[in-house]
């Protein structure tokens, strides 16, 4: 076995990463993470790619997407006080290691093993040598983020401290459409969401959708617009740059579904997300005008709208938002996975963590008693 240490994902390619990662989520393929490397995207921000490559006998069969970390922004697992108590103590939290895709809330395969391969073998070689690299560099902390339920289950088996998160997802019962949706609702809620569509009519507002081979030079400014208004308005940093967004719109052209919305012959707001064979992914907002529930509309009807009609069975319109559940979004648990260095601290969060976990387990289930659907209800 031969561990290569890659500061570019590049250097392995689009076909040989591919391979690994499969063709089920967008944000792991090799178009997305080249795209954020070659754009200004990470550096600028504290992104250090040290991705991690297994070959055995010259052949790649496993691999890992992995960054040094000098602070803990766009990760959405947040350790800001983790941080804040090496600090107090005089022990520097940063840098860490973390697996993850930046910016990006989305659950999905952390530890990409060729398919070929025994997944239990080489995840443990990949670990290993992902731990070994951070006592190398000796940083505080190695984390996994957003991983999928085989990553998951693998990780919590060795020991890993195991952070549970939350979010509201939506899930295609089949539906024909969205009045068929609506049906399953309790009648306040149908008759919210219906108020909502409505308010968006009136105002003479239109909806269009767009894919990444639908986009022009001209439009993707007028989004790359709206995407940065909302981080000025919310004095953020805007770090997906536009060029980043021009090229994913020409490598990945039909995982890209961007929402705009139209008012007297202008565009006025937009919604991106990106989807694959089975999941729609909410993830940037904008506007420069404000219209009754437009943002409603634009982030999530439209959104199911278009699942029901191209038969995905999953909507997940990104992080937080206990707003959504009555709108169909049910509470769906989320997971991330830590090592710690520091034995003193390595406990304490141990704890932190356990004692984490059964909140948010409470907090999932006390959610699911507002469920808008009647048949849950009923229960």
């Not at 055995?56 to 960054?67: E, I, K, R, S």
């Not at 600090?87 to 940063?94: A, D, E, F, K, Q």
């Not at 998951?152 to 539906?175: I, P, V």
């Not at 038969?311 to 992080?319: R, Y």
């Amino acid at each position: 076995m031969q561990t290569k240490i890659l500061e570019s994902i590049g250097e392995i390619g689009s076909e040989k990463w591919n391979r690994l990662a499969g063709s089920n989520n967008p944000f792991i393929q090799f178009e997305f993470l080249s795209a954020l490397e070659k754009n200004h995207c990470l550096h600028d921000f504290g992104w250090y790619p040290q991705h991690i490559a297994l070959y055995d006998d010259d052949v790649l069969v496993a691999a890992t997407p992995l960054y040094i970390k000098d602070n803990s922004y766009g990760e959405l697992v947040f350790d800001w006080a983790w941080a804040d108590a090496y600090h107090r103590t005089g022990i520097p939290y940063y840098p860490k290691l973390v697996t993850a895709i930046p910016y990006t809330p989305v659950t999905g395969p952390r530890l990409l093993i060729d398919a070929d391969q025994d997944y239990a073998k080489w995840a443990n070689h990949l670990t290993d040598a992902v731990i070994k690299h951070a006592e190398q560099l000796n940083v505080s902390s190695m984390h996994w983020l957003f991983t999928d339920q085989r990553d998951t289950a693998f990780l919590e088996k060795n020991d890993y401290a195991m952070r549970l998160g939350c979010q509201f997802h939506w899930q295609n019962n089949n539906y024909t459409n969205f009045d068929h949706f609506l049906s399953y609702l309790t009648s306040s809620k149908r008759k919210k969401i219906k108020r909502e569509r409505r308010y968006v009519v009136e105002q003479d507002v239109q909806l269009e959708i767009r894919h990444g081979n639908d986009m022009t030079d001209e439009l993707w400014q007028i989004f790359h617009g709206f995407y940065t208004s909302t981080f000025d308005k919310k004095s953020g940093m805007p770090t997906l740059q536009l060029d980043f967004f021009k090229e994913i719109g020409e490598t990945m052209p039909m995982n890209i579904v961007i929402v705009f919305a139209k008012h007297d012959g202008k565009y006025v707001a937009s919604a991106f997300n990106m989807r694959d064979q089975s999941t729609l992914y909410g993830r940037h907002w904008g506007c420069n005008a404000e219209f009754h529930s437009l943002h409603f509309e634009a982030c999530y009807y439209q959104g199911l709208d278009y699942c029901i009609a191209n038969k995905l069975s999953t909507f997940e319109p990104g992080a937080q938002g206990e707003h959504k559940i009555s709108r169909g979004f049910l509470p769906t648990a989320t997971w991330s996975a830590h090592w710690i260095a520091h034995p003193e601290f390595a406990g304490v969060i141990n704890q932190f963590v356990d004692r984490e976990r059964i909140g948010m387990e409470h907090y999932i289930n006390s959610l699911m008693d507002h469920s808008p659907y009647k048949e849950m209800q009923q229960k």
